[in-house]
């Protein structure tokens, strides 16, 4: 099916919107009325046609407007992208990577032609055409991790693996949930999970990098993560915090269906075989509560999640403030009907929302 | 399924070098391209010998970007339980195989101004890869490579041929060894040390370089344990609810892999972690053999890997 890509914006007057399909594909995060942290992971190998699982790298009808918010992220701070010098050869295996997925997922919107070292690159939706030799930086305009990921939406961490552990030493940051890749670069697994409340105590870090340390070549693995975004912004990051965290004042009764975003990520995992290093995409998709109250399994279990949630999680994600206001306007849409199991929208067997 | 990813692959070619060691060389069986890798990576082979099936790990010794073929090289092992006698002598050209995706458990650092190899015999097969790669980065190595003869000399011709300031050879029988006081005291700042080779050579460098003040993030090694035979045993498997017996000849991951249950693996050498099980009762003696656990865990048996390591005893029952 042909995507229709909007023009849209992450800023000021924020026109960012989802189609009824967005939000039927969108990744609600919980699969049961309760939520905690815990070692969700399964494997990355497709899932349910047009849903977000299908393809290996997602491309959805907000892609070209989050590459131009890349841009100009990029534009006012270079440091969202960095990559030390050890790197560059993730960084190929990265580009090879999604260039190959893309094209072979989207034949229509991307093409790669491959004559030995000799590659062409032809990116449809961002009228991009390009040669250049595989392994030789001199022929790209940028670093090929930069390169690749100004034409791929989301977040990406690119991690050395040695020593029994994970370390953060590349990254292109622009669309992250309250954390810099400026600060943490360099950091390992522990540290940079440091902040994470709950989490250590339960072990499920040390759980968790021992799984990330095994994942193989070809058997990428997934998971989903989430927190709460005021108005549709992409970038939520420390370094403009003085922009965004003031507009969580902003919310009010009348404005907080509009306004109000759940911010899931789709975080996936792949081992990168010439420097075996790991990449972490994480992908941002939003969608406003307004929208996911059409989804009455969705507006059921939202409620009893953001209800029940603990406050450590709570004040962690950065809504503490909001979620009596946020519970007033969620109770509306939770008749105390049970709520199936997983996360999907289940339209045609959960009922309706029973009026009061 | 438990493993890295199978690959479907033809025996092309078959090359002795010398009386113990032969070279294999896979090829797709689709006839399309194999996963790139990085030195220093292995593949599991697996070898079904009527209804046993072997899986063994061997250092994939090819030049990493080339995707047309995998080469291995195996030395016969009399002693073991036929897993290396079984390439040596049932595998034949034309052959159909499979083998695992490839996996590194002894990776370059990519971080290091200067990549010291040191080789003992068959070791030398991860480093033959590694070369390859740092060649093409135009990065800095040099290899140390111990053999007990020159007709044991596995690839010393193509290394010295090649690379004849970077490579050292060194002969047992001649009664030349690596001077490893002033090897490693002569080292620029940011090199990094990989070993691979017998256990003794391994314990002596790591030893050597710790005590020489070498970080530990700075030595890297590998050594496959190929699963030993021993006397037979009895295992519960409590989650499952079965109880096994574990031949003279099979390891105890293959004894429960033959009854249905599926087990994680990935190196099946007691090297990646991935197999760790816990005990839940152990009335005798488990023979650890892995490098994994640490030395407090094996004491306490309360967990053991089950692709090397054996027990001998009256009940061991597993939460598996
Ligand atoms: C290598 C891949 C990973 C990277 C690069 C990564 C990175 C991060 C970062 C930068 C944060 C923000 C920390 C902060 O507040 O500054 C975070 C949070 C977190 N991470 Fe990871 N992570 C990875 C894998 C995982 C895995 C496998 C788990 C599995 C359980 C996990 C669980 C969490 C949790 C629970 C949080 C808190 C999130 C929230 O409540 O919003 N991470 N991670
Ligand atoms: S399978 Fe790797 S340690 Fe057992």
């Known amino acids: 099916m042909s995507i229709q890509f909007h023009k849209e914006t992450f800023r000021g007057d924020y026109s960012f919107h989802n189609s009824e399909r967005a939000i039927k594909r969108f990744p609600f995060p919980f699969d049961k009325d309760s ?4 070692v969700n992971m399964e494997q990355h190998r497709g899932g349910p046609a047009d849903s977000i699982y299908e ?8 892609y070209i407007s989050e590459m131009d918010d890349r841009a100009m992220v990029l534009a006012d701070d270079p440091l969202r992208c960095q990559s030390l010098p050890h790197m560059t050869l993730a960084g190929w295996d990265l580009l090879e990577l999604i260039m190959v997925s893309k094209s072979e997922d989207y034949p229509d919107l991307f093409e790669l032609h491959r004559n030995g070292d000799q590659w062409r690159w032809i990116n449809k939706p961002l009228g991009i055409d390009d040669s250049f030799t595989f392994m030789d930086e001199t022929t790209l305009p940028y670093g090929p991790m930069e390169y690749i990921t100004r034409q791929t939406q989301g977040d990406f961490c690119v991690l050395d693996q040695r020593d029994d552990n994970l370390w953060m030493d590349a990254g292109m940051v622009t669309t992250q949930a309250d954390w810099s890749l400026d600060f943490d670069i360099g950091m390992n697994f522990f540290e940079w999970h440091a902040p994470v409340p709950l989490a250590h105590e339960k072990g499920i870090f040390v759980r968790a990098l021992k799984f990330l340390l095994n994942i193989q070549q070809g058997a990428p693995a997934r998971r989903l993560n989430w927190t709460m975004t005021v108005n549709p912004l992409l970038d939520t990051s420390p370094e403009n915090y003085h922009k965004w965290g003031i507009q969580k004042t902003t919310l009010t009764p009348e404005n907080i269906a509009a306004k109000q975003h759940l911010r899931v990520e789709l975080q996936t995992f792949f081992r990168l075989p010439r420097s075996n290093a790991l990449v972490f995409p994480i992908r941002c998709y939003l969608c406003a509560f307004q929208d996911l109250m059409t989804v009455p399994k969705w507006g059921r279990r939202l409620h009893r999640v953001i209800r029940d949630l603990p406050v450590e999680l709570a004040t962690y994600k950065g809504f503490i403030d909001n979620r009596p206001m946020m519970l007033d306007y969620l109770s509306q849409f939770d008749d105390g009907q049970p709520t199936s199991l997983g996360i999907w929208p289940d339209l045609d067997t959960e009922p309706p929302l029973k009026s009061a | 399924m438990s493993g890295a990813e199978k690959i479907a692959v033809r025996v092309t070619d078959i090359t002795p070098l010398n009386e113990l060691v032969t070279r294999f060389r896979f090829e797709p069986v689709n006839g399309g391209l194999l996963p790139t890798f990085s030195g220093g990576a292995h593949t599991v082979v697996e070898m079904r010998d009527g209804d046993i099936t072997r899986m063994n790990p061997y250092s994939l010794m090819s030049d990493p970007f080339d995707r047309s073929a ?3 090289s195996v030395r016969r092992d009399d002693e073991g339980r036929g897993g290396s006698k079984f390439m040596h002598t049932r595998v034949k050209v034309g052959d159909e195989m499979i083998v695992s995706n490839p996996v590194n458990l002894f990776s370059l650092d990519l971080r290091a101004k200067k990549h010291l190899m040191i080789a003992g015999g068959i070791g030398i097969t991860p480093f033959l890869a590694q ?7 135009h990065g800095n190595w040099e290899l140390h490579y111990a053999c007990r003869s020159e007709a044991l000399g596995s690839y010393v011709d193509y290394l010295t041929t090649t690379h004849p300031n970077d490579v050292s050879v060194y002969y ?10 002033s090897l490693l005291d002569g080292q620029p700042l940011g090199t990094h040390i990989y070993v691979c080779g017998p256990k003794g050579m391994i314990e002596w460098v790591r030893g050597k370089a710790a005590e020489m003040g070498w970080p530990r993030e700075a030595v890297h090694y590998e050594e496959f344990l190929a699963p030993q035979p021993g006397k037979p045993f009895e295992v519960k498997l409590a989650i499952s ?7 003279e000849q099979e390891s105890l991951l293959e004894a429960i892999e033959r009854a249905g249950v599926d087990a994680p693996y990935l190196c099946r050498g007691g090297a990646c972690g991935q197999c760790e099980t816990n005990v839940v009762q152990a009335e005798g003696e488990i023979l650890h053999r892995d490098h994994w656990l640490e030395d407090d865990e ?15 005893g009256k009940t061991l029952v597993l939460d598996r």
């Open chain 1, 35 to 38: 939520y905690m942290y815990a």
């Open chain 1, 55 to 62: 393809k290996r790298f997602d491309v959805d009808e907000h």
């Open chain 2, 70 to 72: 995998y080469t291995i």
């Open chain 2, 131 to 137: 070369i390859k790669q740092l060649d093409r980065a």
């Open chain 2, 172 to 181: 047992d029988d001649q009664g030349q060894a690596i001077d490893l006081d």
């Open chain 2, 241 to 247: 609810n079965k109880v096994i017996q574990v031949g």
């Open chain 2, 298 to 312: 094996k004491a306490s048996d309360t967990k053991i890997m089950p692709c090397v390591s054996r027990f001998e």
